[in-house]
């Protein structure tokens, strides 16, 4: 089956602790993308990644970092500056310039 | 900045009755507005416009977009309780692969 995979579906984080958020996709795309969501926020852009080995910041990427070692695996890292981290966190993938595709999501927690 | 808003921000209706959803836009080189339904989890993709006027149907849900107002609406009619989700609107810009997306619109739909 095509798609995006998301895991853990739940991750607890202490404080001080880095976490890593894994995301998969099989569809071939160049694209791929990380989201937070925080109720009544709408989703919001942390980073993403057009190509192998390059990725740009989105618009609340302080605090995460991300890597783009192979076209199929995005990973993000929540790191101990992130201060407000609990969220649900959702990847995408897209063909250039097409129609993004969501994976089933991460909810993040704080101890 | 670039901005989409959308309202209402929720929307509580009777099984079959007619909901209109609405998203207003001010993007940069706007190239697209693409509507997404969230459930519980991933949002799934419902429509893509890129031009004005031109109406996207699939079954019970409509969209239409109005480039020189910029907005676009989401129409559902007979609605059932399936229905019930957050209603993401989000916009392109030329030039960048970025979705800019409103803060969705919660739509109950009561038995």
């Known amino acids: 089956d095509g798609g995006i995979t998301q895991s853990p579906k739940y991750l607890f984080r202490k404080e001080g602790q880095n976490v890593t958020l894994s995301c998969e996709q099989n569809?071939?795309?160049?694209?791929m993308y990380w989201y937070r969501q925080d109720p009544g926020q709408g989703l919001r852009l942390i980073y993403y990644?057009?190509?192998?080995?390059?990725?740009q910041k989105g618009d609340i990427a302080e605090g995460y970092s991300v890597s783009r070692e192979k076209k199929e695996s995005f990973p993000l890292t929540v790191t101990s500056a992130q201060k407000n981290p609990t969220a649900f966190y959702l990847c995408?993938?897209?063909?250039?310039?097409?129609?993004?595709?969501f994976g089933p999501g991460t909810r993040l927690l704080v101890l | 900045e670039d901005k989409v808003v959308q309202s209402p921000l929720s929307l509580v209706v009777h099984e079959g009755d007619t909901v209109t959803l609405n998203c207003s836009y001010e993007?940069?080189?706007?190239?697209?507005l693409l509507w997404y339904k969230q459930e519980k989890k991933a949002p799934t993709f419902l429509f893509m416009l890129?031009?004005?006027?031109i109406e996207k149907k699939s079954g019970r849900l409509s969209s239409i977009l109005d480039k020189k107002e910029l907005f676009s609406i989401l129409n559902i009619t007979a609605t059932q309780t399936g229905d019930s989700a957050i209603y993401l609107c989000?916009?392109?810009?030329?030039?960048?692969?970025?979705?800019?997306f409103g803060k969705g619109t919660k739509l109950t739909v009561n038995p």
């Open positions: 569809l071939n795309h160049d694209a």
């Open positions: 989000a916009s392109s810009e030329g030039g960048s692969e970025k979705l800019v």
């Open positions: 890129t031009s004005s006027g």
């Open positions: 993007v940069t080189n706007f190239r697209s």
């Open positions: 990644s057009q190509i192998v080995n390059d990725f």
């Open positions: 995408a993938s897209s063909k250039n310039w097409e129609t993004q595709y």
